[in-house]
C-alpha cells in the first residue's frame, strides 16, 4: 500500500520554463510534507516544506502547493534550469514520527538547455 | 559545520555474511534514521533512533537492527545478508523536533553477491 504516489516517474522541461512536479497521498494523518532532490548513489538534498497547516510555500524559484481535501501537493520550479536535472521525491511525515519518512517514487526532472 | 557522514562508501559481500555500516550525524542532531533505497522499491525507511533508544520502525524483518551511541554516531547491522538486501542505505540526521527536515549523508552503496 503506496502511502505517497508519483505518478509521472518522468518529465522533460525546456529551460527557463516552469515546471510542475506532482505527489498524492492517502493518509490524512500526514501533517508535514517535503520535496527533496536527488542524484545516482547521493543522498537526498532538501529543497522545500510545508506543513498541512499552510497551502502555500515559497523560497526561490521553488513553490510548493497543498490541497489537503485533495491530498494533492506540488512542487513549481521557475524558472527551470539545466542543473535542476536530477531526480525529485516527494515525501510525507505523521505527527510526532519526525525521523519517519514516508517517501514517494520520484520523478526524474529533465531541463533541456 | 560537517554533513552526515557514512562509511564506509561502498562494500561487497557474500550471502550469509552479516555487515555493519556506521553514521555519524551532523554536531548537535540526535535523532537518526536510517532509509533503504532499491530500485523497486524506492526509499523505504528502516528505524529512527533519538537519545540511543529506537523511537520509529519500518516493516523490515528482525535481521536488520541498528543502535545509537552516547555521541549520537549510530550503526545499522544486517545479518545473513540475501541478494535483495543489495541496496543504497541511507542515513538522515535531525535535532528530532516537529516540521524539521532531515539531513542526509551519501549513503553506502551494499551489494550482496
Known amino acids: 500500500d503506496q502511502q505517497v504516489k508519483q505518478n509521472s516517474p518522468s518529465l522533460s522541461v525546456q529551460e527557463g520554463r516552469i515546471s510542475i512536479l506532482n505527489c498524492d497521498y492517502t493518509n490524512s494523518m500526514f501533517d508535514y510534507f517535503l520535496w527533496y532532490k536527488k542524484y545516482p548513489a547521493e543522498g537526498p538534498t532538501f529543497l522545500i516544506s510545508?506543513?498541512?497547516?499552510?497551502d502555500k510555500n515559497e523560497d526561490g524559484r521553488f513553490t510548493v502547493f497543498l490541497n489537503k481535501s485533495a491530498k494533492h501537493l506540488s512542487l513549481h520550479i521557475v524558472p527551470s534550469q539545466p542543473g535542476d536535472s536530477a531526480v525529485y521525491f516527494c515525501?510525507?511525515?505523521?505527527?510526532?514520527?519526525?525521523?519517519?519518512?514516508?517517501f514517494g517514487q520520484g520523478t526524474t526532472l529533465q531541463v533541456k538547455p | 559545520k560537517a554533513g552526515v557522514t557514512q562509511t564506509p562508501r561502498y562494500l561487497i559481500k557474500t550471502r550469509g555474511q552479516q555487515v555493519t555500516l556506521s553514521c555519524s550525524p551532523i554536531?548537535?542532531?540526535?535523532?537518526v534514521s536510517w532509509y533503504q533505497q532499491t530500485p523497486g522499491q524506492g526509499l523505504q525507511f528502516l528505524f529512527e533512533?533519538?537519545?540511543?533508544?529506537?523511537?520509529n520502525k519500518g516493516n523490515f524483518p528482525g535481521r536488520f537492527s541498528g543502535r545509537q551511541f552516547s555521541n549520537s554516531r549510530s550503526e545499522m547491522n544486517v545479518s545473513t545478508l540475501e541478494l535483495g538486501d543489495s541496496a543504497l542505505y541511507l542515513c538522515?540526521?535531525?535535532?528530532?523536533?516537529?516540521?524539521?527536515?532531515?539531513?542526509f549523508g551519501s549513503g553506502t552503496q551494499l551489494s550482496v553477491l
Open positions: 510545508i506543513s498541512s497547516i499552510k
Open positions: 515525501a510525507a511525515r505523521g505527527s510526532g514520527n519526525t525521523g519517519k519518512l514516508i
Open positions: 554536531s548537535g542532531h540526535r535523532s
Open positions: 538522515a540526521s535531525s535535532l528530532g523536533q516537529n516540521n524539521e527536515k532531515l539531513f
Open positions: 533512533y533519538f537519545s540511543e533508544t529506537q523511537r
